[in-house]
């Protein structure tokens, strides 16, 4: 089994910038492919980036494409999502996500692992 646990949400104006973090547990980080998803009320989970094993391959949504930037450290079994230029429209509760896959997913449905998640409120 997986553990993952995230840290780093918060209240922020639009325009700022949050790091999100994610410490995996139960086995080891540079084994899995790793991911952030987010739900924002009333919608649907959807997806926002995915790091493979190696960290040389990255995806990310066309909405948040040139803004997030997701990474690794596979020796603290950490994987970070900074997010710059924050808009109203990127309040969620973000998940982090993991796949045993050997590539960066592309959708909600490719990962196996789930963390509890961390809501991100951004006000105008």
């Known amino acids: 089994q997986v553990q993952l646990v995230e840290s780093g949400g918060g209240l922020v104006q639009a325009g700022d910038s949050l790091r999100l973090s994610c410490v995996a547990s139960?086995?080891?980080?540079?084994?899995?492919?790793m991911g952030w998803v987010r739900q924002a009320p009333g919608k649907e989970r959807e997806f926002v980036s995915s790091?493979?094993?190696?960290?040389?391959?990255?995806s990310y949504a066309n909405s948040v494409k040139g803004r997030f930037t997701i990474s690794r450290d596979s020796a603290k079994n950490t994987v970070f999502l900074q997010m710059n230029s924050l808009r109203v429209e990127d309040t969620a509760v973000y998940s982090c996500?993991?796949?045993?896959?050997?590539?960066?997913?592309?959708?909600?449905?490719?990962?196996?692992?789930w963390g509890q998640g961390t809501q991100v409120t951004v006000s105008s």
């Open positions: 996500a993991a796949s045993s896959s050997g590539w960066a997913p592309r959708s909600v449905s490719q990962f196996e692992y």
């Open positions: 139960g086995r080891t980080l540079s084994a899995l492919s």
């Open positions: 790091i493979n094993w190696s960290g040389g391959s990255t």
